[in-house]
């Protein structure tokens, strides 16, 4: 079992990640350092380890504001890190994984992290995606602090959008903030088709077609937690959330 810290720079206070914490979770060291020196440079606090059991442990003293996980990590895996972790505190996880196995992106999905990307990636991309997955968290915090009111009912689907919960047939649904974030841009027009890139876009603030696979599996985890038949796909555009003729 390992981890390591790495410190920032003097200069981060006037970089857009200052103060932010980052915990790097990694078992090969180049990856590691390629992705703890382009975080350091965007001025964020960075924390490594290269095993599952150091991972939580040190998520649990550390208390990092986000999570890069790889799934593949001796000890356990990354899918059990983020469990442990995710029942310690909710906090946003980026998946990494070597293989372009949907199973695996919507196992992830489906264990709580909010976004993933497979190797071989660009650091350029992994730092933007980065800012969006937090700047996702910052806006959902300022949401549930000055919420909108009332209930939104589409049947038999219930959005709170106060309490930022979910209801199917009177039953809550847990939903990740990601998942949550890309059921209410669904439902602000429903029945209107929204293609990938407009969704990419609202939800994840990220306008490069080549994140349009993210959309796709998160679209199969909402599927599985509210109901396959409400998410409808309009092939070669993008989804609509179907509502209950009236």
């Known amino acids: 079992m390992e ?29 590691v350092e390629a992705i703890s020196a382009r975080l350091r440079a965007e001025g964020f606090l960075v924390q490594t380890a290269t095993d599952g059991p150091a991972a939580v442990d040190t998520a649990e003293a550390w208390q990092p504001d986000l999570l890069i996980l790889d799934i593949m990590l001796p000890g356990f895996d990354g899918l059990e890190v983020c469990r442990r972790v995710q029942a310690q505190r909710p906090v946003p996880v980026m998946m990494l994984t070597a293989r372009d196995d ?10 709580g992290a909010d976004d993933y990307m497979t190797k071989p990636f660009s650091m350029r991309e992994l730092a933007a995606r980065v800012h969006v997955l937090l700047r996702r968290v910052e806006r959902a915090a300022l949401a549930a602090a000055t919420p909108r009111s ?24 847990h939903l990740t903030p990601t998942e949550f974030d890309l059921l209410v841009c669904l439902a602000n027009t429903p029945r209107a088709v929204l293609s990938r890139e407009q969704l990419l876009a609202e939800v994840w603030d990220w306008a490069d077609a080549s994140g349009t696979r993210t959309v796709d599996s998160h679209i199969k985890a909402l599927r599985r937690k ?3 038949e409400r998410i409808r796909t309009v092939h070669g555009v993008g989804y609509a959330l179907e509502t209950p003729t009236p």
């Open 3 to 31: 981890h390591t810290q790495t410190s920032h720079n003097g200069n981060s206070a006037a970089t857009p990640g200052a103060q932010r914490r980052v915990l790097v979770v990694e078992d090969d060291t180049t990856i």
């Open 102 to 111: 949907e199973t695996d992106m919507l196992v992830g999905l489906g264990v």
């Open 150 to 173: 009332g209930i939104l009912r589409l049947g038999e689907l219930e959005i709170d959008h106060a309490q930022r919960r979910v209801r199917v047939n009177a039953e809550d649904v």
């Open 226 to 228: 509210i109901g396959a």
